[in-house]
């Protein structure tokens, strides 16, 4: 397991990019639902990274060399963190669903909270060598 020091600078942005991607949809669906408010899941992730002085959030980069992936500590259930992708990659995840159903109605280039799946989780328990752990306020969104 490595920390964010050791991150190459170019996944730093890649994460670091993609987290405001995340922070920005959030946002956006905060600010359309007035009837409804966010999951707190979401909730608790859009205040963990738009305000990281309050409590910043875990994240958790497993880099395969192919591909990166990313995911964010789960402050009700440290043994499943949530994914953070683009909707368009959820055919490459088929086990992976939206955190919240309603979403599904997003354009693809948006990025979003998922449910981990098993595989997910064996990989996070058994990735040592390529796995990155910090949290949020290194990448100071």
Do not use: C, W
Not at 20 to 47: A, C, V
Not at 82 to 104: C, I, K
């Amino acid at each position: 397991m490595k920390a964010y020091q050791d991150l190459d600078p170019a996944n730093g942005r890649k994460v670091k990019d993609l987290l405001k991607s995340l922070l920005l949809n959030l946002e956006t669906k905060k600010s359309t639902r007035r009837d409804t408010k966010l999951i707190p899941d979401e909730e608790m992730i859009h205040q963990a990274l738009a305000h990281p002085e309050r409590g910043d959030v875990e994240v958790i980069l497993v880099d395969l060399g192919h591909e990166q992936q990313l995911f964010l500590g789960n402050r009700r259930d440290q043994e499943n963190p949530f994914a953070v992708m683009r909707v368009s990659e959820m055919r490459d995840f088929p086990g992976r669903r939206l955190l919240d159903a309603e979403q599904s109605t997003q354009k693809a280039d948006a990025v979003a909270l998922f449910l981990i799946t098993v595989q997910d989780r064996e990989l996070l328990r058994t990735e040592r060598k390529n796995k990155y752990v910090f949290y949020s306020m290194h990448l100071g969104i």
